[in-house]
């Protein structure tokens, strides 16, 4: 019984062997090839394949339930309800390239949400009918609210050298806290309707929802500064060796407060735009947002251990949770099967980074 | 002979209780290669750290062309024009060759592009290039992280950084431990080049041979402090091993 079994073992795989032998010669050669090493390049990233799978869900759910998951209706509301999550994903997407982490973005978005709409309500005052000028002060509170606490986050991680993971907890309380005290736990409704109008308002052709396309904006600048400019490179040559960095004179230390402090200031713009769609600070609306975010980047590629990031996979991130809910809600399903397929995909993602790791630890 | 070029004078380092260097002295002369050597532990990368600005020393000064200067970060080493080969490399495993060797330095896209930051990434390829084939290593691809490079390969890395960027000073602490015969002989041709450029170069290794081949001068450091100096021309394998394990009195004392 036991006996034949290796000698079968090893007939099976060189079976397997020969038969592959030719493909893998052809994609040998394929890879060699221009076109064919940019593909090859691709897919020894973790943001090829979620875009394939994400692909391949849409495809599931068109096949499903046909006419109604692939609607223009359906794709603008799912893009309409992952703008706000972009765009804080955006920001995390930079902090984990660093190696760090930002727990505080739901709550700083929160925060500056409550911060903004207060200002706007100043003295008790009816807001419903300002004009630009108080929008525009609501919209710099909101900013420079985010501001502040990626700055304060920046400054406990990179000075006072606290782990961003505790840093960023001790940052989230406050900000929660700080948001509930302030609005006496209770939702402001009444917000100028300008920015009523700007959140329900559509661009291109009366088509695309507003707030879609500022964070689609904020998502490919995230991108090109990421990949192209020098903030980019310093941020993923931190985060894959901070000694390094520092030895090759890079100033580590403000880098690092730059980087959280972009993440705030997006969890600030994230906040202002969540006032302009839901027309109040949904004070109970955020709890898992931070979480959410930190899902959509680890989806998307981003390393647990920094170094390696890209924001186009962190924006396929957030679409897969979105597109699955949606999917299971149309076909009938309880949407929490959503939650249950992203911690599967999630616990995928980080498998398939570490295994990598481990590959080349082994040279 | 001429005046130092960079001297280092009663360094001391401590590192809770342990004394990595108790007074250390150590002297660099202009256009030579100084070999120095050490048993395991006996300080070397320490000093090296301290003069690269990588660690601050707890006593004791140094000095740069007769200047007392403070080395308070590596950027101002680098800016003073001396480079670091570090023993562990320091290199960014997750970012390719290229952007290795420019980390820091990057080149930027011409006009408004680069006032924006953008990297003109086809120079920083194009300069790598140059300096890994001068080097005598073959990036099959120069795109590839430099995890994904062997151990020698990244060695070749971390010296082609240094070298290229060296203007006074390079340290290259045991820059061949993991290289094959070929690339070690072209990193030793390399070190002799950067001499002849003009530029100070230190090596610290543990091979002999090596050493008293290469060598104009040689320092040897044991337990923290500097206890001989030899010509490289004339010295013995068995005068330096025995400098190092204390076999003969140390300098000063003598
Ligand atoms: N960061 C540190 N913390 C504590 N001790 C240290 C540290 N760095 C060095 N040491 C200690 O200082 C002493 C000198 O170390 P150093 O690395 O300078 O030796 P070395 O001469 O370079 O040895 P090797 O030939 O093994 O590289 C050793 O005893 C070492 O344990
Ligand atoms: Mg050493």
Redesign the pocket.
């Known amino acids: 019984m036991t006996a034949p079994q290796p000698s079968r073992a090893k007939f099976i795989r060189s079976a397997i062997q020969t038969g592959l032998k030719p493909l893998a010669e052809r994609w040998g050669s394929f890879s060699r090839t221009r076109f064919g090493s940019v593909i090859a390049r691709a897919f020894s990233t973790n943001a090829a394949w979620i875009f394939l799978l994400l692909i391949v869900l849409m495809f599931i759910f068109n096949f499903l339930a046909p006419g109604k998951f692939l609607t223009e209706f359906n794709v603008r509301s799912m893009a309409e309800n992952v703008a706000v999550l972009l765009v804080i994903a955006v920001g995390e997407t930079f902090v984990m390239a660093t190696g760090g982490i930002d727990l505080s973005v739901g709550y700083v978005l929160l925060f500056s949400g409550v911060t903004s709409a207060q200002t706007m309500n100043w003295g008790g005052r009816d807001p419903t009918n300002s004009g630009w000028d108080v929008v525009l002060l609501g919209f710099v509170v909101a900013i420079g609210s985010g501001l502040a606490w990626g700055v304060l986050n920046g400054l406990i991680v990179a000075k006072a050298k606290v782990p961003a993971l505790i840093a960023t907890l001790g940052t989230l309380g406050m900000s929660w806290g700080l948001a509930e005290i302030l609005s006496n736990g209770q939702d402001l409704r009444y917000l100028p309707t300008i920015i009523a109008d700007m959140g329900a308002s559509r661009v291109i052709f009366d088509k695309v929802p507003l707030v879609v396309v500022v964070a689609v904006t904020v998502a490919a600048m995230g991108a090109v500064i990421l990949s192209l400019t020098k903030f980019g490179r310093y941020t993923v040559a931190i985060g894959s060796n901070q000694e390094a960095a520092r030895r090759a004179g890079i100033n580590v230390d403000r880098h690092l407060i730059l980087v959280y402090a972009m993440s705030g200031t997006l969890a600030g713009l994230a906040g202002f735009m969540s006032l302009a769609i839901f027309t109040t600070t949904t004070i109970s609306g955020h709890a898992n947002d931070n979480l959410q975010a930190i899902a959509a980047v680890v989806i998307g590629g981003t390393s647990l251990m920094g170094g390696v990031a890209t924001v186009a996979g962190t924006t396929i991130g957030v679409c897969i949770p979105m597109v699955l809910f949606s999917g299971f809600t149309i076909l009938g399903y309880q949407s929490f099967w959503r939650d249950v397929a992203v911690g599967a995909v999630l616990i995928l993602a980080v498998y398939t980074d570490q295994l990598r790791r481990r590959r080349r630890e082994r040279r | 002979m001429a005046d130092p070029l960079l001297q280092a004078r009663g360094i001391v380092k401590n ?2 209780h ?1 004394e ?1 260097l108790r007074g250390c002295d150590f002297d660099v002369y202009p256009n030579e290669i100084v070999a120095l050597i ?1 048993d ?8 090296i750290k301290i003069l690269a600005g990588t660690e601050q020393a707890d006593e004791g000064e140094i000095v740069l062309e007769g200047h007392r200067i403070h080395v308070g970060s590596p950027f101002e080493a680098m800016r003073l024009g001396i480079e670091t080969v570090y ?1 562990d490399l320091a290199l960014a495993p997750d970012l390719d060759g290229s952007a290795n060797l420019y980390l820091g330095r990057e080149v930027m896209m011409a006009g408004l592009l680069g006032k924006l930051g953008f990297l003109d990434n086809k120079t920083m390829r194009a300069g790598a290039r140059k300096a890994f084939g001068e080097l005598g290593v073959d990036l099959q691809n120069a795109q590839s992280a430099v995890a994904n490079l062997s151990g020698g390969q990244r060695q070749s890395v971390a010296v082609a950084r240094s070298v290229a960027w060296a203007s006074k000073v390079v340290f290259l602490d045991e820059p061949t431990a993991a290289l094959g015969v070929v690339q070690t002989a072209r990193v030793l041709e390399t070190v002799k080049r950067i001499r002849d450029r003009g530029v100070a170069a230190v090596l610290i290794s ?1 091979n002999m041979r090596q050493v008293l081949e290469i060598a104009d001068r040689i320092e040897v ?1 044991r337990l923290g402090r500097r206890v001989a100096r030899f010509e490289g021309k004339g010295a013995t394998i068995e005068q330096l091993v025995s400098a190092m394990t204390g076999g003969i009195a140390e300098e000063g004392a003598a």
């Open positions: 590192y809770g342990v990595a050490g395991n532990g006996a300080g070397k990368s320490t000093l023993q543990h450091l």
